[in-house]
């Protein structure tokens, strides 16, 4: 099939990166229609929704294709927002953009455009997306095994300040099927030159922050509008009271700042979360970088992870791969030790200091993203 008869859907956010996308597509000669997608927001802050819609559709406009306001509303509110309020009362620490991308980008969205006459969706990612037929040309299946090359796969982004594949572990084989990311093989400084290149309105645009429907109301913040906080104690090593903080579920590993060292020396450096009990309602810190944690470790080198997904075929057993527990973390050597139909064990040969139950593990073979699951 020629590019010209395809119809792409394509995610059109109001910023660069989806513009740079619609444009290089409509280049290629495929048939284009911009998707704003209208995600759900709390009544209590304040989103720039209208105004990113406003840009979407200057951009269609200018590269004079069709565009669709998708409300998808609904599936954002129960998908992305309900997750990670329930997980944050079990005090967990979600990923919302994983759901985002699982529940609403390539779930409804690309639902909803197969159903109304699209060929494909495509979005402003940065990762890759390899055909059975690239794969071939691109790397040996001797290399991976006999169905390396019958598979599609998820590749890391050419960019890798960029790269947003850690939030795409969820894909399959049936979506990867339907998906393009256009500009997965380009720099980020790239982009902006095409956005020069084509005109686009978006092309000096600043990228977007955080979390759409939070706007720029702190977590915390917004959790309070949902959980109710609970005053408890905050405890060192020692299990010795030394502070105060506003509930347990707000706090995560490793974290820093929002809670009250009252009992504090002149050489204290800065304290960091290393456990909670939410129970109990404590939280447990430390100003020694170098200290072993009390149970649950933060430090951990085994880690077992649930809701496994596996883009081409599971991992083997004993062979050394790369893993991170955290957006922008470095990748760390690890092999698993025990696989099963949704869990898996994880040994790294470096203790995680960052591993917190509820992140996404996501786990890569050289730039192919593998897949991963949920830090139990």
């Known amino acids: 099939m020629n590019n010209i008869k395809k119809t792409i859907y394509v995610g059109v956010s109001g910023g660069v990166d989806s513009s740079v996308s619609v444009a290089l597509l409509k280049e290629q000669g495929y048939k284009i229609v911009g998707v704003f997608i209208k995600v759900w927001q709390p009544d209590f802050v304040t989103c720039t929704w209208r105004e990113e819609r406003r840009d979407a559709m200057r951009v269609c406009a200018v590269l004079d294709i069709p565009f669709l306001f998708m409300d998808l509303e609904e599936d954002y509110k129960k998908g992305v927002a309900d997750y990670m309020i329930s997980e944050y009362k079990l005090g967990r620490t979600p990923n919302p953009d994983v759901m985002c991308n699982k529940y609403v980008k390539f779930g409804a969205f690309l639902k909803k455009a197969l159903e109304i006459g699209a060929d494909a ?99 915390k913040d917004f959790l309070k509008q949902f959980i109710k906080p609970k005053k408890g104690v905050v405890l060192n090593q020692d299990g010795e009271e030394i502070g105060v903080h506003d509930g347990a579920v707000f706090y995560t590993l490793g974290e820093r700042h929002g809670f009250v060292i009252t ?114």
Request: net charge positive.
């Open 263 to 376: 009992k504090k020396g002149t050489e204290d450096g800065r304290y960091y979360v290393i456990s909670k009990n939410i129970e109990k309602n404590t939280i447990t810190v430390t100003n020694d970088i170098n200290a072993t944690p009390i149970a649950p470790l933060i430090k951990l080198a085994e880690l077992q992870i649930s809701q496994t997904n596996w883009i081409p075929s599971a991992p083997e057993i004993g062979k050394k791969y790369m893993a991170r527990s955290r957006y922008r973390q470095s990748l760390e050597e690890c092999e698993f030790i025990e696989i099963n139909k949704d869990t898996a064990m994880i040994k790294f040969t470096n203790p995680q200091p960052t591993a917190t139950p509820g992140q996404s593990l996501v786990v890569y073979d050289g730039e192919y993203c593998l897949g991963g699951g949920v830090i139990e």
């Open 121 to 219: 969706v495509a979005t402003g990612h940065y990762a890759r997306v390899f055909s059975p037929k690239t794969v071939i040309e691109k790397s040996p299946v001797t290399v991976f095994g006999s169905n390396f090359g019958k598979k599609y796969h998820l590749l890391h982004g050419l960019d890798a300040n960029k790269d947003q594949s850690y939030f795409l572990w969820t894909l399959t084989q049936e979506q990867l099927s339907k998906i393009m990311f256009p500009i997965g093989h380009l720099q980020k400084s790239e982009v902006r030159k095409l956005a020069d290149k084509f005109n686009l309105p978006t092309a000096k645009k600043k990228d977007s922050q955080g979390i759409c429907f939070i706007g720029k109301l702190d977590m």
